[in-house]
């Protein structure tokens, strides 16, 4: 494999896994999302070993970093309301344990 298109797997790699993880977000299997960032981040990794791209391959390179910016972007906006239901979860369970803990005192 010539060193281009070892460069340009990487991101064809990474652009797979965003699209994986973009695909799992959109059926709400947030775990999956997370094992596959795991994924994503090593991918990302391999990239500071990689030489420097033509012109030619730049151009194939923008289009995949295209494609990657973009499931990112929609895995965020997919994200968001879960999110803000957690937040919201957790400030609940932060007012009862401020309200147990006035009124019965035995909770630190």
């Known amino acids: 494999m010539n060193a281009r298109s070892n460069i340009l797997s990487r991101y064809q790699a990474i652009a797979d896994i965003s699209g994986r993880m973009l695909s799992e ?22 990239l500071r070993e990689l030489d ?4 030619e391959d730049r151009e194939a390179r923008r289009v995949l970093l295209t494609q990657i910016l973009d499931d990112d972007a929609n895995i965020r906006r997919l994200a968001m309301p879960e999110l803000e239901r957690l937040s919201s979860l957790l400030g609940n369970v932060k007012r009862q344990h401020r309200v147990l803990r006035t009124y019965s005192g035995t909770l630190a």
């Open 52 to 55: 420097t791209l033509s012109l």
């Open 25 to 46: 977000a959109r059926a709400n299997r947030w775990d999956a999302v997370v094992a596959l960032g795991e994924q994503y981040h090593q991918a990302v990794e391999t």
